[in-house]
């Protein structure tokens, strides 16, 4: 089986709805694993409304797609970059219709919380157990080498 996937990414605002959207191909040693996780999340869509007993929304395909693009960047950058394979993280329901990525080793965890509202921010904790404690926020449609530098660990 090859361990390449086409990840459709979309051209930048500034260029019309109606352009092709550039095709990317990510290509790493556990891209498969990867996307059998991703597919595997796909139950979340399935969520209705207040499926919890506390109101939360039901989900949205286009939050879960904003999630698995920002895996698939987090876990190419490392690739290319570093030569590094990143474990797969497991994703599931988040608060208010975010979608929760979280990687969890014996020595380390980082746990991603995509927005279910496209123009906030993705908010993010981590720990390696004894040394260091991280948290904050940032875009998740750019790489972010700080948490390319966390799953490093």
Same mark, same amino acid.
């Given at each position: 089986?090859?361990?390449? $996937?086409?990840?459709?990414? =979309?051209?930048?605002?500034? $260029? ?5 959207? @550039?095709?990317? $191909? %990510?290509?790493?040693? &556990? ?27 039901? %989900?949205?395909?286009? /939050?879960?797609? !904003?999630?698995? !693009?920002? +895996? !698939? ?10 030569? #590094? $394979?990143? /474990?797969? =993280?497991?994703?599931?329901?988040? =608060? &208010? ?8 080793? *014996? ?5 991603? &919380? +995509?927005?279910?509202? &496209?123009?906030? #921010?993705?908010?993010? %904790? ?7 404690? +991280?948290?904050?926020?940032?875009? *998740?449609?750019? =790489?972010? !080498? ?6 490093? @660990?």
């Amino acid at each position: 089986m090859s361990n390449e $996937v086409l990840g459709l990414e =979309p051209l930048p605002e500034a $260029v019309s709805e109606s352009a092709i959207d @550039k095709i990317r $191909v %990510y290509s790493y040693p &556990n891209v498969s694993k990867l996307e059998a996780e991703i597919e595997l999340a796909k139950h979340i869509l399935d969520l209705e409304d207040d499926w919890d007993g506390e109101g939360s929304p039901r %989900y949205s395909v286009d /939050t879960l797609e !904003r999630a698995a !693009r920002f +895996i !698939r960047t987090q876990c190419d950058w490392l690739w290319d970059l570093f030569g #590094m $394979v990143a /474990t797969v =993280p497991r994703i599931g329901p988040g =608060p &208010n219709g975010g979608i929760d990525i979280h990687w969890k080793q *014996p020595s380390w965890e980082l746990l991603v &919380n +995509i927005p279910a509202e &496209n123009k906030q #921010m993705a908010t993010f %904790y981590g720990d390696d157990y004894g040394v260091e404690v +991280i948290r904050g926020s940032f875009d *998740p449609a750019e =790489p972010n !080498r700080g948490l390319i530098a966390w799953l490093m @660990k």
